[in-house]
């Protein structure tokens, strides 16, 4: 999943960039709110994790502009403000959840997995099409009888793929699921991955629409 952060103070930003793409998110870092905003209005982002004492944009400036046109990108909004009056004026602009830093990164990937959950529609911590599970907590999958740990890059195709089972995605989709501006992107990746997956869960597992993508199948 594709995460954009946004965080003017250099070390939380890149010690936070660094454990989410340990934890197998692809990630887009910006420095201000105005910057936040064009990208928001140009590139596809699975969820946002927002500062809100920020440089020539305020963070809650960038919630109030995202809610108004309608956007409904799940944010967390990460922040020293403390005070009860700005965790109400932050969840009542539009923010799907409020962390006070200093913050646990554990606690932050757990909430962030929550709202990624809910935005694909799903209520069980585990991520399924009946056929397909994935647990995002460990990364485990498991396809009938069969049970494996993914990597980082094929845990992400494939939950790409299951909050999303019966659609078609592709091979740009993917990619920018997978993948964050400064990381290349070798041709053959996505087909990398998904035979990595295949080997380890068995050909079925993922379906490919020739010519269109790929899919996992939605449970009948």
């Known amino acids: 999943m594709r995460i954009l952060l946004v965080e003017d103070d250099r070390m939380i930003g890149e010690a936070t960039s660094v454990a989410l793409r340990d934890a ?10 105005e910057t936040a905003l064009r990208v928001l209005d140009n590139q596809e982002h699975q969820a946002v994790l927002l ?45 799907d959840d409020y962390l006070v830093k200093p913050f646990d990164i554990n606690e932050l990937l ?16 585990v991520l399924s099409n009946g056929i397909v599970s994935l647990d995002p907590a460990t990364r485990e999958a498991r396809h009938g009888d069969v049970q494996c740990l993914l990597s980082a890059r094929e845990f992400a195709l494939l939950q790409a793929l299951l909050l999303r089972p019966g659609t078609i995605l592709t091979r740009s989709e993917l990619e920018e699921r997978i993948y964050g ?40």
């Open 24 to 33: 197998a998110y692809a990630v887009d870092w910006v420095q201000d709110g």
């Open 181 to 220: 501006w400064n990381e290349e992107v070798e041709s053959n990746a996505v087909d990398f991955l998904i035979h990595g997956i295949r080997k380890k869960l068995g050909s079925d597992a993922i379906k490919n629409v020739r010519g269109a993508g790929w899919m996992v199948a939605r449970n009948s």
């Open 110 to 125: 757990a909430r962030l997995r929550a709202i990624i959950r809910r935005q694909g529609g799903q209520a069980s911590p």
């Open 51 to 95: 500062d809100l004492g920020l440089p020539k944009r305020d963070g809650l400036e960038v919630l109030r502009q995202l809610r108004a046109s309608n956007n409904r990108l799940p944010v967390i909004i990460v922040t020293a403000r403390d005070a009860v009056e700005d965790r109400i004026k932050g969840l009542d602009l539009g923010a």
